[in-house]
Each structure stands twice: as C-alpha cells, then as structure tokens.
C-alpha cells in the first residue's frame, strides 16, 4: 500500500471500567481480568496488546483479551457485566459516537469510568498497489473521474475510519462507495487483499505494511 499523507482526525483509546467504583484494597486483583476491545488487527487492538505486558506486571494477575467487532457492541457486553473491576474495556472513539447515531443499552457518560487514556492516534488514507495513483491530488482526481467506482472499506457505522472517509468525502467532493465491516482489522484484510480499494485506517494497524511497502 501507499502512504498518501492525508491526516483526518484523531483516534482516542482508553481503559474503561465498569461502574463508578472498582474493587480497592489488598484483595483486588485476586483472579485474571477480561479486557474487552475491538476486533484483531484494529488499531485499537493494536494500542491495546502494547500495553498487556506492563498491565499484567503490574497488577499481578492475567489480563485475557477478548476482542469484539464494533464499539457499540464492545460497551454493550461491558455494560452488562458486574460492577466489580474484573471487567474491563480498551476502546476507540467509536464507543461514544455510535451512542449518537443509534440507540444503544449504555450510556457512554453514566455507565462507565475512566481510568487512562492509552494513546492517540492519526487516521491515514491508505490504498492498495492496484490503485495508480501516488498522492492525495492524484486520488481525488481518480475519484472525481470515476465518480462510484473507487470504494473504501470501513468497521461500524460512526467509527474513526469511517468518519475520517466521510469527512474526507464531503471535503473532497467525491463520491467513493463504503463497504462496511463489523470491524476495523477485517476491513483492512481485505484492503490488504485487494478486494476494497482503500481505507482511512488508525496508523498503528498500518504503520507495519507502510514499512513493507505493501
């Protein structure tokens, strides 16, 4: 793939519990913790796996992964899940977004409390080598040329790479058609394949296929 050096937005990540108080005193953790976050490959699952070993150090206990597609659905499980401090979630932006853009059982304010911010992260436009075009001006006059033809994979609806490519779109004035996936490390699969063309992905789930020149 090609770096096209289109910057749009920011990813947040952070850890999340469950609940306003979390288990406190010399007992806590006394069993493995469930990190709940977004799907293999994404960047939030990225960001999340560069953490695990200082995490599990500290505390003394395993720390399981369990990915999940999709932000809203990430917070659903957790949400539904006792207050107690062995549930926790690693999550993008998508977490408080999708509460905005469709009816969720959580509320991403009241249901759960911050305990760090892991990092943040740029979206950038990737394509595949099938793509003949080398710079962002190069895209935008393919896409204005082929008007529908180009289209772009994205997780969920309100997550950072899909409002980067809209945003993107409306700044543009191109119409590239989205191919939606339940999230953002199948998506970039099949960028990686060849079968979507492009992607505005976390620059953490790329960083390694840009170095490669992929």
């Known amino acids: 793939m090609r770096n ?111 305990i760090s911010v892991l990092g943040r992260s740029p979206n950038v436009v990737v394509v595949h080598s099938s793509v003949a075009v080398t710079s962002i001006k190069e895209l935008i006059a393919l896409a204005k040329a082929k008007p529908g033809v180009l289209n772009y994979a994205s997780g969920p609806v309100g997550a950072s790479n899909h409002l980067a490519a809209e945003l993107f779109k409306a700044m543009a004035g191109v119409n590239i058609v989205r191919i939606a996936y339940k999230g953002g490390g199948p998506a970039l699969n099949d960028v990686i394949a060849g079968q979507v063309q492009l992607i505005f992905a976390s620059a953490g789930s790329v960083v390694s296929y840009l170095k490669s020149g992929r």
Do not use: C, M, W
């Open 4 to 114: 096209l050096h289109f910057v749009a937005g920011g990813l947040l990540l952070g850890l999340i519990a469950l609940g306003a108080d979390l288990v406190s005193g010399q007992e806590y953790p006394n069993r493995p913790i469930r990190l709940v976050t977004s799907s293999v490959g994404s960047g939030t699952d990225f960001a999340t796996r560069l953490i695990l070993p200082g995490l599990t150090a500290s505390l003394g206990q395993q720390v399981i992964v369990d990915n999940r597609p999709g932000g809203v659905i990430q917070g659903e499980i957790v949400s539904q899940a006792l207050p107690d401090g062995y549930t926790l979630l690693s999550v993008g932006s998508t977490f408080v977004l999708g509460p905005l853009l469709s009816k969720t059982s959580y509320d991403p304010v009241k249901d759960f409390s911050p």
